[in-house]
């Protein structure tokens, strides 16, 4: 005797009276489906992550249907081929008894004591008979798979794809899922066999977050709802979770402005349908990979010290993890805002790479392929003050263009001031920063102390770096001379400036700029336009067009 089928899995889910219409989403699934006597494409696949509302879309989308449609809940029981089919075939004969009944007898003689190498091929026969039977089927039909995530049986996975390849002209599927079937849905998606909403599609826009948060009776301004739904990403979940909090929130405000992947109800939520579930490796490199802000497979080896971060970061693409892709190519990603809070929420505690640790490997890769801002920037969330002083003054001429002097004021707060006197070159550097921020009080210090240690000839200055330094602290000097119209300064700290520049530098242009200044202070036409020349040159192969054009403006004034 079969073991009987609960009847409660073939039910569609109610719709909430309050439920978000989302008409857009419903044409969309809708556009190009049936003809009037055909479905036009075989499958529509709703995939995406927990929380994105896939079953709620497609129950409301499929409304119209409701005549028409053969729905079922999976579970993880049903990761059984036998048990499977037997939900979906009696799924189908509940809209018309007549649908499968052959099949239905072939399933109900299935014994317990069948061997299983043998149920194979009966259930593609049965299959096929299914498959035969329904073309005699003139009215359209809609069979639902809903939380079709539940299987990873390989035998079901084939005998899905040999299904959707043979569905007839009547019969169309719509599966909804946490993860990608391993189906080929490339070929499916080329010949226009398929539609698929993903987590773009699913995610509410601005116009639509507002309404949803009134189903929660909160009504916030709007430059409120649209910092939370940036925030979230429009993640529905995310807003759900929101709109719970804000209940009765006395500073709703301030709550937008706070509302992170750390916040209680998203780390429980979270935590419990996402992370706890995964298998233990996925899991781990989500937790090390956390720190990055963008990821790409070689990153995320150094990161992990692993060598299949490419496969894993399909693996996640597969499973929907809130991984979101950066370019066209599959190369570099990054997770979804809020669940990178929780991921590094989590980490503090959970990760088997310490997140700074994960940082410092971040920090060396990004060194050793050339992104040198971002291994500055990761050594200091690191607070690894040391690597990132080496690195700011290892590197500091190709810095100042490549990151610009907002990012180079943020670094140089960032060390203490101590640390930034151990190293001239990054003295003089901080001073010109602190310059061109209008911040005196604390480059003239800085100037000042580069000044004694070159003046007190200190062993610790390289030979080679102390002509450039004397150069450089003219420059700075001069600088401070023309903003404070000292024109007796000006002249004494130009004169034979490039002297000190031999070779093409930020430091010559400023230099230029200057002898230039000079040589037109003094009447040197000719001197002038050499000088205002070399810096326009100069500007132009150091790629500075905002310094080019201004110089070649001067050379026009005069």
Known sequence: MSTPLLATKFYPPPLRPDRLPRPDLVNRAEDGLWDGQQFLRRLTLFSATTGY?????????????????????????????FRFWRYVVAALARTDPS???????????????????????????????LINSLMDIDAPLILVLDDYHHVSNESIHRDMEFLVDNLPPTLHLVVVSRIDPPWPLARWRIRG???????????????ETGTFLESFGV????????????????????????????????????????????????????????????????????????????????????????????AMLGALQTRNLFLLPLDDHGEWYRYHSLFADLLRHRARWESPTPPRDSRLRAARWYEREGFLAEAITMALAADALDVAETLLAKHI??????????????????????????????????????????????????????????????????????????????????????????????????????????????????????????????GDQAGMEAAYHLAIADGIALQDTFGSLFMAQRLGFN
């Open 53 to 81: 509302g896939k079953t709620t879309a497609a129950r409301t989308w499929l409304d119209s249907w409701m005549p028409h449609l053969a729905w079922l809940s999976l579970d993880e029981g049903d990761d059984d081929p």
């Open 397 to 522: 001429d190709k810095l100042w263009k490549s990151a610009g002097v907002d990012r180079l004021i943020r670094w140089f707060d960032a060390l203490s001031v101590e640390r930034i006197r151990e190293r001239p070159i990054l003295g003089v550097y901080f001073s010109f920063v602190c310059l061109i921020d209008g911040r005196f009080p604390d480059a003239l210090p800085m100037i000042k102390e580069v000044e004694d240690r070159l003046a007190t000839h200190d062993e610790s200055i390289p030979d080679g770096e102390r002509r450039s330094l004397e150069g450089i602290v003219r420059v700075l000097r001069a600088f401070i001379a023309s903003f404070q119209g000292d024109q007796k300064a000006l002249l004494s700290y130009a004169d034979g400036i490039l002297d000190y520049f031999p070779e093409r530098t930020l430091w010559r242009f400023s230099a230029a700029a200057l002898a230039g200044d000079l040589a037109s202070l003094r």
């Open 193 to 207: 066999n398929m539609r698929e909403l993903r987590q773009q599609d699913l995610r509410l826009r601005a116009s």
């Open 219 to 310: 009504q916030l301004a709007e430059v409120d709802v649209v910092a939370l739904q940036r925030r979230t990403e429009g993640w529905p979940a995310g807003l759900q979770m929101a709109g719970l909090s804000l209940q009765g929130h006395p500073d709703p405000r301030r709550f937008v402005e706070t509302f992170a992947g750390s916040s209680r109800y998203l780390v429980d939520y979270l935590g419990e349908e996402v992370l706890d579930g995964l298998p233990t490796p996925i899991r781990d490199f989500l937790l090390e990979t956390a720190v990055l802000d963008q990821l790409c497979a070689p990153l995320c080896d150094a990161v992990t010290s692993r060598e299949d971060s490419r």
């Open 99 to 129: 649908i499968g009944e052959q099949v239905q007898q072939v399933f109900e003689s299935m014994g317990s004591g069948m061997e299983r190498l043998s149920a194979t091929e009966i259930i593609r026969g049965a299959l096929t008979t």
